[in-house]
């Protein structure tokens, strides 16, 4: 049971930290060509990521399902959390692989505030 408790504390965790995505209109002063590749990266990130989201969904609302049956055994609970997991971790290497290749295409000036916007991610909400 405490290890159910974790991992849904820590999906909850991974949401709220990956739940916000920056796009160009958070960037201040963009140029047109940064605009237009920052755009393309979001659409790309959004299209990459399309079947690993769909994967979470559907283990996760089989997961659910699974932990009100009266028969169900603590190792399908796990192996369907693991691939819950598995779905999520390649959902977080594309957002975080795309924020770093955002970030290459700033100007120091709006990576000061693109930096404070990744770090307020951090923060407990």
């Given at each position: 049971?405490?290890?159910?408790?974790n991992?849904?504390?820590?999906?909850?965790?991974?949401?709220?930290?990956?739940?916000a995505?920056v796009?160009?209109?958070?960037?201040?002063?963009?140029?047109?060509?940064?605009?237009?590749?920052?755009?393309?990266?979001?659409?790309?990130?959004?299209?990459?990521?399309?079947?690993?989201?769909?994967?979470?969904?559907?283990?996760?609302?089989?997961?659910?399902?699974?932990?009100?049956?009266?028969?169900?055994?603590?190792?399908?609970?796990?192996?369907?959390?693991?691939?819950?997991?598995?779905?999520?971790?390649?959902?977080?290497?594309?957002?975080?692989?795309?924020?770093?290749?955002?970030?290459?295409?700033?100007?120091?000036?709006?990576?000061?505030?693109?930096?404070?916007?990744?770090?307020?991610?951090?923060?407990?909400?």
């Amino acid at each position: 049971m405490k290890l159910l408790k974790n991992t849904i504390l820590m999906l909850i965790s991974l949401f709220m930290l990956c739940s916000a995505t920056v796009n160009a209109d958070q960037i201040p002063n963009p140029a047109a060509e940064q605009k237009k590749a920052i755009d393309q990266m979001h659409h790309k990130l959004h299209d990459d990521q399309a079947a690993f989201k769909a994967k979470e969904k559907q283990a996760l609302k089989e997961l659910n399902e699974m932990t009100i049956r009266e028969d169900v055994k603590m190792e399908d609970v796990n192996a369907k959390i693991d691939e819950l997991m598995a779905a999520k971790t390649q959902i977080m290497y594309l957002r975080y692989g795309h924020l770093v290749e955002m970030r290459a295409i700033l100007t120091d000036e709006q990576k000061v505030g693109y930096d404070k916007g990744v770090l307020a991610r951090s923060k407990v909400k």
